[in-house]
């Protein structure tokens, strides 16, 4: 599986903006897909992710009510909807897939990840 993330850039604070990550393979929803992001000088974390149907969704804590995950099995493409955007969400933002069950939110648990877009928020 080959996984291609796009749409960071530079946003004000209180923003929103549109992650999408498009996968490559014909089994998409057999994976359950998760977005990690890095802060400069930080490391990596959890941010959210998505079961193969769709039906579960899992959320970092900080996350809770302004970030969305989402799934087009059809497109083979997971998006992360980010609304109400602080000057602490910078960082690089990577999509990463895994076909294992478990914690959602343990970076182990992945198997493939894209090359990370970023996303700058000014204050």
């Known amino acids: 599986v080959q996984l291609q993330a796009s749409g960071g850039g530079l946003v004000q604070t209180g923003g929103s903006l549109r992650l999408s990550c498009a996968a490559s393979g014909r089994t998409f929803s057999s994976y359950t897909m998760a977005w990690f992001r890095q802060a400069p000088g930080r490391e990596r974390e959890f941010a959210a992710a998505i079961t193969g149907s769709g039906g579960s969704t899992y959320y970092a804590d900080s996350l809770k009510g302004r970030f969305t995950i989402s799934r087009d099995n059809a497109e083979s493409t997971v998006y992360l909807q980010m609304s109400s955007l602080k000057p602490e969400d910078t960082a690089v933002y990577y999509c990463?897939?895994?076909?294992?069950?478990?914690?959602?939110?343990?970076?182990?648990?992945?198997?493939?990840w894209g090359q990370g877009t970023l996303v700058t928020v000014s204050s």
């Open positions: 990463a897939a895994t076909p294992y069950s478990g914690a959602p939110w343990f970076s182990a648990l992945y198997k493939y």
